[in-house]
């Protein structure tokens, strides 16, 4: 895996692909090279993960160069547990969505290729970049396509929407700019080195006031993307690419706020988890008082992602392993239930409820997979966002039993919501006479969705090699956010910060921050320093289970 510097070929290879489609004529052409270099990246995506090991909590194909040596800026990227999950669903769905919108986008289809190509490109940024300004380069790239897609291939007033969202987008970005910034001056004041390597920032102590302000910018640009309440009106009229939000954002939340800023999150812990709670039930309400299926998938995403900041900021392994599972099925399910209700309102040219009635009659192939997607929604267990929106209340509830049982009404509520959307859809008489001519799923459309449905019931089933994949890497971000953190989150129990995740010991938590030379991959430390994930260490430091074995054998 040395050869080839794969994760930058992920990066770049749409770029290449865009810059080619300029070249090319006609619009059968056009999506066929969208379609082929987005499956490339899939292919080389699916090399790397199966070279991944997935005991490792450090990241994995790092490539690192110099780029902008007077301000300490550099080309790293590398892929962990969390990132790579991230990543490979963003590699999965991207050639289905342009083999899925085939036939459904017909107008400027070559530039619709160039701008689906680049925003794959600022994505696997985001969730490769090992240095904050990459980072922060990848994530504002992503607004130009964000801003074209949305205007010019979205719906009714889609250019108010695509500057609504441009506005509030940059609003976030600039506070975030600010921070990143200012961590930067705060290195180089500590250290004499101008660095925005995160690994280094990760280690930098912050007086906790400081903490509190620099992660509320940090809070501010990843809750316009997720989107949080009150930061969600941009959503219902550009949900085109509401998803993909969804995941750079509780990425962002993940890879940033929780290991830069550990001691604010003693008073921002449990406000963010009550305003998520809210979120979760706001959301599902409005959702239910919807008759246009598109707002409905709207305001259910924005429900969806109250589930994700809640798992994020219930601190523990549950919570987090939780989190990111549930952006895969969101990708998924929601994904899914909108392609499919994009390819009905092209048959029929309309997102209102009323309008059908009586489809498993006349299309009973969509309408089977609509069941599936339905289901995935509102977590029936066997399907994908069972997985995820149990191991949060999981998680959740060992911080705080009312913010669980709050949040526990939004799944409820979706049930509500989301068969009602169904029953009205596809059951009851046939009554109007345009629904009786509605041609099925064509092969095409048929192979996309039972892709997207294949992937919902194996995480349903069977989710244990996407939770094995990121579990080092998830404790590793534990052990780093509860090691620096002063105090446990006002409102949570010290009992649920301090149990350490599963297969560490307490030492290994409340051991000293780390030093310089921190372990390596393994844990192991060939002086001093405190053990890493496997509770080891050559000389000094904190020993793990293993080692207390071996010196209770030695007494003997």
Do not use: N
């Given at each position: 895996m040395t050869e080839l510097p794969y994760l930058s070929l992920i990066i770049w290879l749409p770029v290449l692909g865009a810059v080619l489609l300029l070249f090319v004529k006609g619009d059968t052409a056009a999506r066929w090279v969208g379609f082929g270099v987005s499956a490339l990246v899939l292919v080389l995506f699916a090399v790397c993960f199966?070279?991944?090991?997935?005991?490792?909590?450090e990241p994995q194909f790092e490539e690192r160069m110099p780029w902008i040596?007077?301000?300490?800026?550099?080309?790293?990227?590398?892929?962990?547990?969390?990132?790579?999950?991230?990543?490979?669903?963003?590699?999965?769905?991207?050639?289905?969505?342009?083999?899925?919108?085939?036939?459904?986008v017909s107008k400027r289809v070559r530039a619709y290729q160039v701008f689906m190509l680049l925003m794959e490109t600022t994505l696997m940024g985001v969730f490769f970049s090992l240095d904050l300004f990459l980072f922060f380069l990848f994530w504002e790239g992503m607004l130009i396509p964000m801003y074209f897609l949305i205007g010019i291939w979205g719906y009714e007033n889609s250019v108010r929407a695509a500057l609504k969202f441009f506005l509030f987008a940059v609003f976030g970005s600039l506070l975030m700019l600010a921070a990143v910034i200012t961590l930067a001056f705060l290195h180089h004041q500590a250290h004499d080195v101008l660095t925005f390597e995160m690994a280094a920032l990760y280690q930098l102590s912050i007086p906790p006031e400081v903490q509190f302000w620099l992660a509320l910018a940090f809070i501010a640009a990843f809750a316009v993307k997720v989107p949080m309440v009150p930061f969600h009106t941009w959503l219902p009229d550009a949900i085109v690419l509401a998803v993909v939000l969804v995941k750079m954002a509780a990425y962002g939340f993940i890879r940033l706020t929780l290991p830069l800023f550990p001691d604010a999150?003693?008073?921002?812990?449990?406000?963010?988890?009550?305003?998520?709670?809210?979120?979760?039930?706001?959301?599902?309400?409005?959702a239910l008082a919807q008759s246009d299926i598109r707002r409905m998938i709207a305001y259910s995403t924005i429900s969806h992602a109250g589930f994700v900041v809640l798992g994020v900021f219930a601190l523990n392994q549950h919570g987090i392993q939780g989190a990111v599972v549930h952006i895969v099925s969101l990708a998924l399910s929601t994904g899914g239930l909108f392609l499919a209700a994009m390819m009905l309102v092209q048959r029929r040219n309309t997102w209102d409820m009323e309008a059908y009635g009586g489809l498993w009659h006349t299309i009973p192939v969509f309408s089977a997979f609509l069941l599936v997607f339905t289901l995935a929604s509102v977590g029936l267990p066997g399907l994908s966002s069972f997985v995820g929106e149990f191991l949060i209340l999981v998680g959740v509830f060992q911080q705080n039993i009312l913010i669980a049982a709050v949040a526990a009404t939004g799944i409820i509520l979706a049930a509500v919501y989301m068969l009602r959307m169904y029953r009205k859809v596809v059951f009851g008489p046939v009554t109007?006479?345009?629904n009786r001519g509605i041609r099925d799923l064509s092969f095409r459309e048929t192979a996309v969705l039972a892709c997207m449905t294949l992937f919902i019931i194996w995480i349903g089933v069977y989710p244990n090699p996407f939770l094995r994949t990121m579990e080092a890497s998830v404790q590793k971000l534990?052990?780093?956010?509860?090691?620096?953190?002063?105090?446990?989150?006002?409102?949570?129990?010290?009992?649920?910060?301090?149990?350490?995740?599963?297969?560490?010991t307490p030492a290994s938590i409340e051991t000293p921050p780390i030093p310089a030379d921190p372990a390596g991959p393994s844990g192991l430390s060939d002086q001093g320093g405190t053990a890493g994930p496997s509770g080891l260490s050559d000389q000094g430091g904190t020993a793990g289970p293993d080692a207390t074995l071996e010196i209770s054998q030695d007494t003997r």
């Open positions: 199966g070279a991944f090991e997935t005991h490792l909590g040596e007077s301000l300490g800026v550099s080309y790293h990227v590398g892929a962990d547990g969390i990132s790579i999950l991230l990543a490979g669903i963003t590699a999965l769905m991207w050639p289905l969505a342009l083999l899925g919108t085939w036939t459904i999150l003693t008073e921002l812990a449990p406000l963010m988890c009550a305003v998520a709670a809210a979120g979760i039930v706001y959301g599902a309400l409005i109007k006479e345009e534990l052990v780093q956010t509860h090691r620096l953190a002063e105090t446990p989150p006002a409102g949570m129990t010290s009992a649920s910060i301090e149990t350490p995740p599963a297969g560490m």
